[in-house]
């Protein structure tokens, strides 16, 4: 299995959309610190969804969306020219400076809020079924956060200036989708206990 951090180490522009039996095509601009000693079938990390660069070129790289991704995320929606967060996959000797990500997303929520708050946003999302805990971890749009808060419909996150700067999270606004991966811890725990308990366990 590849694993991510969650720290975003570039923005791509979608160039190009071709359409692919069964699903699309992206040709992705990134900047050339990115994509050196990139090569074929290595998977890379496209706002939360663990895609793999099926060939690449000297200003980015091409990627297939199955059908499967395309009814999962919102990839599928985007327009050319479109701004996406991109991460390399780790290897065994580098620091993960956020937490596991695996690229795979649970469910696709939607901003409810946003709000600055000086140099900081305040982003408030739609709470979903996934076990959510008040300041345990989370990927939105690939990008690993700390929740800052549980509501009763909705959980609240800070975003930090250098968030802003180098994700896609900073161009955000009310009602638009986004990404969610749930902290792998929490769903193996919510998963051992519906098993022992055969039930549900909701996050509150």
Not at 162 to 172: A, H, P, S, Y
Request: charged residues 25%.
């Amino acid at each position: 299995m590849y694993m991510f951090s969650g720290i975003v180490s570039a923005q791509g522009t979608i160039q190009k959309i071709n359409p692919l039996n069964g699903g699309l095509s992206f040709f992705i601009k990134a900047p050339n610190v990115f994509l050196k000693g990139m090569g074929e079938g290595e998977s890379i990390c496209v706002s939360g969804v663990c895609l793999t660069m099926v060939r690449s070129s000297r200003s980015g790289f091409w990627v297939d969306l199955s059908s499967e991704t395309l009814s999962k995320t919102f990839l599928g929606d985007l327009p050319k020219l479109a701004r996406v967060n991109l991460e390399r996959s780790l290897r065994f000797d580098d620091r993960c400076g956020g937490h596991f990500v695996t690229g795979h997303v649970d469910e696709t929520s939607k901003i409810v809020e946003i709000h600055a708050e000086g140099e900081f946003v305040r982003m408030d999302i739609q709470k979903t079924s996934g076990p959510l805990v008040e300041k345990g971890s989370i990927a939105v749009d690939g990008v690993s956060l700390t929740i800052h808060e549980l509501m009763k419909d909705q959980f609240r996150l800070m975003l930090i200036p250098q968030t802003l700067r180098t994700t896609t999270l900073g161009e955000k606004k009310r009602g638009d989708p986004i990404h969610l991966e749930f902290d792998m811890l929490g769903k193996y725990v919510q998963s051992t206990i519906e098993g022992i308990y055969g039930q549900n366990t909701k996050s509150t």
